[in-house]
């Protein structure tokens, strides 16, 4: 993998947020940087591209029924 390193200021305030929430997780301090960082690029990702929405169908050659989906899910007809 390339990674990079990136630096940046924060405010005494949000370092010791930062710094208590990692904590509380039981997380280093890259840890939490680096989780907060992919949460935000997800945050910012348009639903269109999020490969979720991109995939097709697959034919399993198995035909299925949705119809009692309610039923089976819930106890209760649709």
Known sequence: MDEKVVQTELSGTEYKQ???ASHRK???LKEAVREAVREWIR???PIGED??????PKDTGES???SNIDKE??????
Do not use: N, P
């Open 18 to 20: 930062l710094r208590d």
């Open 26 to 28: 039981k997380m280093s």
């Open 43 to 45: 945050l910012q990702t």
């Open 51 to 56: 490969i979720l929405f991109s995939l097709q």
């Open 64 to 66: 299925t029924d949705s």
């Open 73 to 78: 899910l819930y106890g209760k007809e649709s």
